[in-house]
């Protein structure tokens, strides 16, 4: 059976992107997307959380902030542990292998913006492959 497994979200960041570093120092940047849906008069909102790996998480890490807009693609990813109880816990996020900037938050004009050589294109050899 064939399998395809694959997220397009477009949504505004819940908190300032967390970056940290494996064992073997690869960049690990994690954050929440909160992503609007419309119907009628109703509104629904659904909060994503998106892992980024490598260059792109210390891109994401360095010019994203709460509230910015982003576009994000990647892949569902289900990790499944047992919690200090020994209950069985499991929880999907979305891994990221592309992103696109959309519109920024309100903040002062002065801050840097992404410049060429931050943009790694998915699929060049310098992005690397994701550690899994």
């Not at 990813?77 to 929880?91: F, I, P, Y």
Request: charged letters at 25%; hydrophobic letters at 35%.
């Amino acid at each position: 059976m064939p399998n395809f497994n694959k997220v397009i979200l477009m949504g505004h960041l819940t908190r300032d992107p967390a970056l940290s570093y494996t064992t073997n120092q690869t960049a690990i940047c994690k954050f929440g997307l909160a992503v609007n849906h419309k119907f009628g008069e109703r509104e629904e909102v659904c909060f994503v959380d998106i892992t980024a790996w490598g260059k792109q998480g210390e891109v994401v890490q360095k010019y994203c902030h709460k509230g910015d807009a982003l576009l994000v693609e990647g892949r569902l990813t289900l990790d499944r542990w047992q919690d200090k109880d020994g209950q069985n816990r499991s929880k999907l996020y979305v891994t990221m292998s592309a992103m696109s900037f959309v519109g920024k938050s309100e903040r002062p004009a002065a801050e840097t913006k992404p410049q060429e050589e931050d943009f790694i294109p998915f699929g060049s050899p310098e992005f690397g492959e994701i550690p899994f």
